[in-house]
Structures are given as C-alpha cells and as structure tokens.
C-alpha cells in the first residue's frame, strides 16, 4: 500500500498495520475536508449567537454546569488537555501512538466533532514526519473514552509534552521544529474533540489482535509439525467430519491441517501398523480449539475494524444543508463494545496458548512421546534437553490464566459520580496484548521442540510443507545438539514469529 486516503472510513486491521508498522503514508480526502468545514461553521455560529453547548463553552464532567466566558475558551481547550495528562507506566510502542494519530484523524475525518481542517491535517502531518507522542499506557479507565492517553497525544499537538522522533525521546515542541511543523493554538471545542474516544483502546487492541490472527495460523502449524513427530494421524481432519459440524473457523484449520500433512512419509511409514484409534484431543481437536479461536478473532476483528471509522467524540455535530444543524451530547466514547471483545478474545487466546503446551508436553514427555529420546535430548541424564522449556511454557500459560480475568466487569465510577458505568477498555487491550505476546512465546517453544521432534524421525520425512517450515526454523536458531542456554533461542523464534518472518514457509 502507497498511501492511505481517510475519509472517517471504516479501517481493516492491515491498513492499520500497513501505517502503525510500515510507515504507509497517509491523505485526506476532499469530502473530509469539506465535512470538517461544514461542522467547523456550525460551532462558529453556536459562538456568534451565545448558546451554551457542552464542551464548547462550559466545563467538562461534572462541571458541565459551569459557563465558561467567550474570552476564556482557548484556555478553557488546553487547561483540558494539561489537566487530562496524567497518564502513568512505560509509553506505548511507537506503532501504537503511529495507530493511535491515525484512528482520531480518520475520527475527525468524519466531520462530526466541530474542529477546524488544521487540527486534522496537523495529526496527519505528525504521521506522515514521524513524530510520535509519547504516551504512557496506564490511566484510561476507558469512558469518557481514553482521556489521559489521548491527552498525552494531545500535547505534541499544541507543542508540549514528549515524542519519540527517529529514535530519540525529546520535547513535543523540539519535535515538531525538527520535522519542520508547527504547534496549534487550541480554539473552542478542539481539545474536547482530541480527548473524547476509544483510539487508545482500539490502536493496542487492532495491533494485537492482528498478532493473535497470525499466532492461530501457525499454530496450525507447529501442531501439525508435533502430529508428524508423533507419529499421529490426520483421519480426525477429514472433511466429512467438519462438514457435520460446519462451524467456518473449524472447517478452515480442518483444511489448512489436511494441506500442511498431504504427502507426508513419516505418516506413511506407520500407517499400515498403526494401532491408535485417536491421538490426545490436543493433536485430534486442533481443528475445533484452533477453529473456534479463529471465530473469536474475526468477531474482535469486525468490531475493531467498526470502531476503527465511528464517531466517537461528544458532542457530535450535525450540519444540516440550511447552515444550521445540531450538536447533541451522547456516549459513543463508551468502550464497552471494544472492552468486551476484548475479554472474549483473551479468553480464546488463553486456551490457544494451553492446547499448544499440552502438546509440547507429549513431545518431550518419555512416557507418551511415541518413543522419541526424553526431553528431545541427544543423551538424556547427561544432558536435561528441553525440560525447562515446558516448564517456561506452563509459567507463560498461568500469567495468562490470571490475565484472562475479564477487565470489562470491573467498572468503578469516576469524576465525581458522573461517569458512574466505565469500560476499562484501555486495560483489556493490555492485557489481551501480553496474552498475544505470551503464546507467541508458547509458540516459539513448539516449533523448537517440534523440529528437533522431526530430526529423530530422519531419514523419514514429512510434507513438501512442514519440511519447509522446518528450515524455516533452523534458519532461525540452530539444532539442540548439547544443552545450552533457551532463552535466546526462544526470543530469537517468537521475535521472527512477531515480524512475520516465519511466514517465509509459504514461499
């Protein structure tokens, strides 16, 4: 993708990744620019004929009872901005302060949150210069949206805070002046409309959830590559089976699997003596448990994706074509949708993460690995092999255990009981990350001890494609030939997994 056109569109989940993670350059479309002109007039004329309308010229929460004087409202939108800064913990990856400015410029390219072209075109300007504003992850309770991280976003805006520009953490306003951009004065309602919305929440989430929709792919994979080295049987994967229960994610890991084993030797050598009815529902219902946690993402994906071009400001502006129109205070800032897909698809990754350990334990176990040495090790005793990597994955699956705990039902009410129902959306999204990132681990783990699972199996070998997945592997870290240390081998295969490069099978 060259660049990327918003329009206040509905954004997939690669188009995001193709700006938060390859720097596609970004535009904005005439029809956008109009629509913010058209709602920008309707503020102007709410101004020009003393209306009270929050946000625009009262207080905010709950002193939104309290006018604010024509004279005081440009300080009234940055007050709101330093005020709302005060988020805590380590700042979000460059990617996702990059996914971040792209959501609330393509939500303001929707033309709803009364704000001038300059503002929008400033957030795209920081995008396309590399200017990413510094903003720590903790704080959002996810209603009224992601306040303080969108306020940390806001204050590059108007030349203060912090941002990371080609690798260097500096001032907000050094920032700007080195790619050449200038800050903006605030004017009514423009703080309000960059603080208003769920791009925090939805940036982690989008990011993580495409990690996770890579992670079952080749979850298929490393359990087919196990299935091989256990000399297991793919008659659970037969079509007619998942036809009689045709639910779309287990009908397509069903196929995928049939696809990675076709023209296997290992399975031919043992076909004719094989005295198994059914393999360990760990090998056998991969297309069911692999299958259902496809369904879940692509439900979390549909909701990110929906979110990703909403309206998520208060108030909204309508224009009308007469020149007047309305502006209506509402709740679409509210993270519930997002909060609970969230908790959903942690729930999913969760089990994904321990159905792929439960096979790296046949794998090494010496009671149920189908004769393979114990621990995978070339002198078992002498040497320990794999041992400690089950172990590492066991630790990995509990964190995600408690991780799994729904953030969605925790709301406690804030702001002096006005926003008294909250999503903790921005926590789901965290916590949905560090699962993704730990079965990514779990991962790394199973394909090391699958593919040295393999090599004991030679001269005998497996699929056209699982042997080019397990060169793959090998190009990635080496065989385990004498004990040595795991950690950068496991760091090395899920850092390669995380940047696509084991995707490099397929070719």
């Known amino acids: 993708m060259d660049k990327l ?6 954004l997939t989940l690669p188009e995001i990744e193709a700006v938060a993670l390859a720097g596609c350059r ?7 620019l109009r629509r913010v002109k058209e709602s920008r007039v309707l503020i102007e004329n709410i101004l020009a004929a003393g209306e009270t309308v929050y946000g625009v010229n009262t207080g905010f929460g709950k002193l939104a009872d309290v006018r604010i004087p024509g004279d005081k409202l440009a300080e009234l939108q940055i007050n709101l901005v330093r005020s709302h800064a005060g988020g805590v913990g380590e700042p979000l990856a460059e990617a996702e302060s990059r996914a971040m400015l792209l959501l609330r410029a393509n939500v303001l390219a929707k033309g709803f949150s009364g704000v001038r072209t300059e503002l929008l075109e400033l957030l795209v300007d920081l995008l396309n210069a590399g200017v990413h504003p510094v903003i720590p992850e903790k704080g959002s309770v996810g209603a009224s949206g992601d306040l303080a991280p969108l306020a940390h976003l806001a204050l590059v805006v108007v030349g203060e805070g912090e941002a990371f520009y080609r690798g260097e953490r500096i001032s907000g306003a050094e920032a700007l002046r080195r790619a050449g951009l200038k800050p903006l004065q605030l004017t009514a309602k423009e703080g309000l409309a960059l603080l208003n919305g769920t791009q925090a929440m939805t940036a982690v989430g989008a990011l993580a959830t495409s990690r996770a929709l890579r992670v079952v792919e080749l979850c298929d994979l490393s359990g087919a590559m196990s299935l091989e080295a256990l000399k297991g049987t793919p008659a659970a994967f037969d079509e007619r089976i998942h036809q009689a229960r045709p639910h779309a994610g287990q009908i397509k890991a069903a196929d995928h699997l049939r696809e990675l084993l076709e023209g296997s030797e290992i399975r031919e050598s043992h076909r004719e003596h094989d005295t198994r009815v059914q393999d360990a529902y760990c090998l056998r219902c991969m297309p069911q448990v692999h299958g259902a946690v496809r369904g879940v993402l692509g439900h979390v994906a549909g909701v990110l994706e929906t979110e990703a071009g909403s309206a998520t400001d208060n108030p909204l502006v309508f224009p009308d074509v007469s020149g007047g129109g309305a502006v209506i205070s509402g709740g679409n800032f509210h993270g519930a949708p997002l909060s609970y897909a969230f908790d959903y698809a942690a729930l999913a990754m969760t089990d994904l993460a ?3 350990e439960r ?29 400690i990597a089950q172990i590492v994955a066991a630790a990995l699956i509990n964190e995600c255990q408690v991780l799994s705990h729904p953030s969605s039902t925790g709301s406690i009410p804030t702001d002096g009981g006005k926003e008294d129902h909250v999503s903790m959306g921005m926590t789901g999204a965290i916590k949905l990350r560090q699962i993704v990132e730990h079965t990514e681990r779990i991962l790394a783990i199973e394909l090391m001890c699958a593919a ?14 699982i042997e080019a997945a397990h060169g793959v592997v090998r190009w990635v870290i080496p065989r385990l030939e004498r004990d040595r240390v795991l950690s950068p081998d496991i760091d ?11 995707d490099a099978w397929r070719e």
């Open 5 to 10: 056109i918003l329009n206040g569109q509905a």
């Open 26 to 32: 970004v535009e904005v479309a005439g029809d956008a």
């Open 354 to 356: 321990g159905i792929t």
């Open 359 to 387: 096979r790296v334990d046949r794998l090494l176990n010496p009671d149920i690995n189908e004769g393979l040495p114990a621990f995978l090790s070339n002198d078992p005793g002498l040497s320990s092999g794999f041992m």
């Open 452 to 465: 040295q699972a393999l090599e004991f199996r030679r001269p005998l070998k497996s699929s056209t494609k």
């Open 492 to 502: 090395a295969l899920s850092g390669a997994i995380r940047a696509g490069k084991l």
